[in-house]
């Protein structure tokens, strides 16, 4: 997906909300939105917003000497989401169909997410999850939940690629990793994360924090954008990227830096920006579960 001129004013604020994360003060604030206005103009529309944003939170670090402003909020999440595991497990357990309800709580837990929903309370979006309102997400109008396509690639799959988003959502993958084991035993699942920390984007200690060392093997796709960008990945990630049967990919970032890809992806994540729901024809809140095969740009 390519960067649009509404992510511009997006770029700005979450520069502003990283600052502030990072305790930057009202005149060191000034001077990095300053900075980054100065870094605008080098923007190319035809790469992929996480690739800028990465140049965003760079500019954060190196204005206040951080390197890992949401290290305590990753943590935070994913002792909420933890805490809350045992009562998603029954919501699958006993549900009709456990493995949808897997997916649609899957896709719940892409809630957690400082990059697009900036004033975040995790708390909030957890118990939101919980609640009633919450029993069957599936019902969303999206116009893009293919389960039966999904379903029928998990059935041929034998091994699975499956690209990790945010902290604390990683929980909620466990669920349905722990799930797409228990239906089918002799899946292979290989869990992507980032390599170094960028907003609340997961990292090998979250992975293991949220147990998904016990169902799967975690790796570093080396990419450090918000979003797994191909051409920063390692080449370790690339060969098993391009030959698990099955890629599934969690969150917006990845939606957008690989919504293009020349390779069948599945791509679970809510909507929570307008620039997105556009350019899938949908709305925000939405519940997605889309191959790009099915995107026509």
Do not use: W
């Not at 509404?6 to 700005?12: A, E, K, R, S, Y």
């Not at 943590?75 to 357990?93: D, G, H, P, R, V």
């Amino acid at each position: 997906m390519k960067t649009h001129l509404d992510c511009i004013p997006c770029f700005f604020k979450q520069a502003l909300v990283a600052a502030r994360h990072a305790g930057a003060n009202a005149k060191q604030q000034k001077e990095i939105l300053d900075n980054l206005a100065k870094l605008i103009p080098s923007f190319s529309l035809s790469t992929t917003p996480p690739e800028m944003a990465k140049s965003v939170y760079a500019l954060v670090n190196e204005a206040m000497g951080t390197k890992d402003i949401y290290a305590t909020i990753k943590y935070n999440s994913n002792q909420l989401a933890l805490n809350i595991a045992e009562n998603l497990q029954t919501k699958i357990t006993n549900s009709k169909d456990s493995l949808l309800t897997a997916v649609e709580l899957a896709i719940a837990g892409n809630i957690i997410d400082y990059g697009a929903k900036m004033n975040l309370n995790v708390d909030t979006e957890i118990a939101k999850i919980l609640s009633e309102e919450n029993k069957s997400i599936k019902k969303s109008k999206s116009l893009h939940f293919d389960y039966t396509e999904f379903k029928n690639n998990l059935v041929k799959a034998k091994n699975i690629l499956y690209l990790a988003d945010n902290a604390g959502e990683v929980v909620f993958d466990r669920l349905l990793i722990t799930e797409i084991k228990r239906l089918y035993p002799k899946i292979k699942i290989t869990y992507a994360v980032k390599s170094k920390p960028i907003i609340n984007d997961a990292l090998l200690e979250d992975a293991i924090q949220c147990g998904i060392d016990k169902v799967a093997t975690i790796i570093s796709s080396g990419s450090d954008a918000a979003g797994t960008v191909l051409k920063l990945c390692s080449q370790e990630f690339l060969t098993l990227f391009n030959k698990a049967d099955m890629v599934i990919s969690k969150g917006q970032g990845n939606f957008e830096a690989l919504s293009e890809a020349k390779r069948s992806i599945a791509f679970l994540f809510k909507i929570k920006c307008p620039v997105i729901a556009k350019e899938i024809n949908s709305k925000l809140g939405d519940v997605i579960l889309l191959y790009n095969n099915q995107i026509a740009y």
